[in-house]
């Protein structure tokens, strides 16, 4: 499997992780299986979100051996109450279900802990206040418990806000099709490549509801990190898994993405977009669907492709719109590892014509030129 950099953890990560947050309530057996067979299939970045007792010890069989195989992760914050699941702000509850994970699973420490669960400009300031949650995952991390410190949420703003701070490594939240064009998501993405934050996209499948096999699906705010949406889908282009896996992909600061999956079955329907061609893979048809679609933003899917002088259109504008406004010698690396740079465009306009999405794609070019190349 494809790995990638986790931002500046430097953590090689599989492409598709797994989210197992459907793996709670499941019979040990199953986990067993889906969490073997995932790994033995090149898996190797596991989100464990919840704390409850049964759903870490099936996990910690699931896992025995193989601990040093797989990154882990733990959410502070994540608690429960009554048998269901809680948000927590308190520190010493956050504490004491966090060291239970570590004792259940027979582990150490954590590769990545997340601040877990802020949606709101308020909740961010309860999180990093002094002796707050954010104070004790830096504790945590001192002691040797947990490598690095991520962020999860739903909203843009907020994660925005973690990224900017310049406290957290990584960030998880909702990357998928429905949240295409939720406002000030592309700025996020650039912000993450700018300060070496690693995305993990979560919710790829909008919680099932783009693999709904109704017509018309309603999309909540925390599955958009938007405004909540109506869709229309059509069966003539249905919303596979792996179409939806390779649009979480394909966007800018991804490194991998935490389908949940409750069995094998959904793994192996996850784990098919390894060994997809292109056509499998091509999500592009899709976006017609999402009436909230940003016309004249390039979603790199090359159907302007052949360029006669043969520049990679969807790569460049990939780059250009991870760069933002700060080009980083990671990003000009890739650049200039291009078999062909954007200088050599001859301005024939054939990609123009091409583009279903109406980029203007020969000002791109100049504009990759002028950030690329000056
Ligand atoms: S310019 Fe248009 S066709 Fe080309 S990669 Fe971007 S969106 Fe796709
Ligand atoms: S305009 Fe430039 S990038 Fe587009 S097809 Fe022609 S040469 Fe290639």
């Known amino acids: 499997m494809e790995q990638r950099k986790l931002g500046r953890t430097g953590l090689d990560v599989g492409v598709v992780g797994l989210g197992t947050e459907y793996l709670n309530g499941q019979p040990r057996d199953t986990v067993v299986a889906t969490v073997r067979e995932a790994i033995d299939r090149g898996v190797n970045y596991f989100d464990l979100v919840f704390s409850f007792p049964e759903y870490l010890d099936n996990l ?10 797989v990154i882990l992760t733990g959410h502070l914050g994540s608690t429960e109450k009554d048998g269901q699941y809680h948000k927590s702000r ?27 669960n802020c949606n709101t400009e308020r909740d961010y300031e309860t999180l990093v206040k002094p002796n707050g949650i954010r104070d004790l995952a830096l504790r945590l991390q001192a002691e040797g418990r ?58 790829p499948f909008a919680g099932g509801k783009l693999l709904d096999q109704q017509r018309t699906i309603q999309v909540a705010k925390y599955q958009t990190g938007g405004e909540a949406l109506k869709l229309r889908t059509s069966d003539a282009e249905p919303n596979t898994p792996v179409r939806c896996i390779s649009y979480a992909l394909s966007q800018v600061g991804v490194c991998t993405m935490v389908p949940g999956c409750r069995d094998v079955d959904e793994l192996r329907a996850a784990l098919a977009y390894v060994e997809a061609g292109e056509e499998t893979r091509d999500f592009s048809p899709l976006l017609a669907q999402f009436e909230r679609y940003v016309e004249g933003e390039c979603v790199y899917c090359n159907h302007c492709l052949p360029c006669p002088v043969h520049i990679d259109v969807g790569q460049v504008n990939h780059l250009l719109d991870a760069a933002g406004e700060a080009v980083s010698p990671d990003l000009q690396a890739a650049y200039d590892a291009l078999p062909v740079r954007a200088s050599e465009c001859t301005a024939c306009g054939a990609c123009v014509e091409r583009c279903p999405f109406g980029v203007d794609v020969l000002a791109r070019i100049e504009q990759a030129v002028a950030v690329f190349e000056a």
């Open 146 to 203: 947990a490598r690095f410190i991520g962020f999860s949420g739903h909203s843009v703003p907020v994660a925005l806000q973690a990224v900017e701070s310049g406290h957290v490594d990584v960030v998880m939240f909702a990357v998928n099709l429905a949240a295409n064009a939720a406002p000030g998501k592309r700025a996020l993405h650039q912000a993450c490549v700018a300060h070496g934050v690693g995305i993990v996209a979560m919710k």
């Open 90 to 116: 308190s520190v010493k509850q956050s504490e004491t279900y966090f060291l239970d994970l570590l004792d259940r699973l027979g582990t150490d420490y954590v590769d990545v802990l997340f601040l877990h």
């Open 60 to 69: 910690a069989v699931a896992l025995e051996g193989r601990r040093e195989r």
